[in-house]
């Protein structure tokens, strides 16, 4: 599967049409779950009116975010140990897609907080703070890329930091859940059924599998942006060297 | 004649440089007491505030005081070639890291700890809190260190790279923050001194295998 995806020529002839396909159905599927979240569902008093509405950006923010980091350390680690230049693209690629949704994620939870808890910010609950450092991570992961002189020490650079940074993960998790939490408890999935009533979770699930079929869209956009800069490159080497 | 051993070298070396140009040794000093004088200016001068939040500001003073002079730890091998050198030794990379991290930590990390009480008593920490707490500062700053360590290796090509590692290393001190800060409010009997030796002995097994993989990159 791995080798199958490692061809660039196999890649580019699948996104060529892969990467517009998922852009527009994830587009759609989000726009519905928007529409669904903003005018069909009933308003839910106990979540605080209106604003629970936020949820369906806000949720599927917050699983990218996480899935965002994973696919990060992933292609990292496969970049890594296989050294296929199209996994380095991917994780080149996914790094200011995921901080974008993490920082929405942010945005949006403290939008939600405001009303609901009173207050924009809380440093004591566990899953702000998750996120928050998981943010910083992105944040370092690009600097240090950009700082590399070349792309050979940007992938790998960037690669141990981030494999360094996804170990770091259980443990920064664990430290900050020791915190006291005023957070509600993750109540989507549950291993009783979920405990949200079907009216939100429909919307909620579209929504989630919209985003992710989005960011892979914008993700495979991104990796063919970046095959065809290092094409660009090779021509122009190729014409200095012949001039 | 026999080159000496990479790990003996690394100590000498840095160990040599404490008194140097540089000044290794006061340098975070000069940077750990400076920024703790700054918070009574900031946050008031009761008593009463200030001990209560006393032993967290030590902390962030520790946590960015042991970052000031990590841009040179790996650089200064580097460029004198010494690294590349180390690389093609039979002893481990890896080792040559730790050894060159907890050298560092030696010369600039311990002196902070020794530091501690001396600049606690004057933010109005509890006295009798403040000998036991030497033992936390002790761990976290290793931790600190280490992970600083990683990130000063990552950085090693990167000119003025001060601010970079900053970036890279303040995320892996959250753990060692958190569990630091309780454990010195909790004293040397709670669970979170504990926690605090398992984050560093994490950090430990961890931080040198990346260190080394990221000064292979440096040298390439």
Redesign the interface.
Known sequence: MIRAFANPHRFMALSRWLAPACLGVGALLIVWSAWQGLWIVPQDDYQGGDIMRAMFIHVPSAWLAMASYMGLAVTSLVWFVWRHELADMAAKSIAPLGAAYTAMCLATGSIWGKPTWGTWWLWDDARM?SVL?MF??F??YM??RA???TRQ?AA??GA??A???A??VP??K???D??SSIHQDASVLRLDGPAMPPVYLTPLLIGGLGHMVFFAGLTMMLVRAEVWRRRADVLIARKLAGA | MRTPSPLRAAFRQALGEAWAGGAGVLLPIGFFAGAAMLVPFTVGSEASQLSSIGTGILWVALALASLVSMERVFQADLEDGALELWAQEETPLFLVAAAKILAHWIISGLPLVLLTPPIGIALQVDPGALIPAMLAYGLGGLAFFLWGGVAGALAASVARGGLLIALLALPLFVPTAIFGALATVEGPGGPSLLFLAAATLFALAVAPFAASAALRLAVD
């Open positions: 703070m450092v910083f991570l944040l370092g600097a240090l700082a590399m002189e020490k790998r650079a141990i930091l494999m360094v940074g170990v770091n443990l920064i664990f430290s900050v020791i915190w």
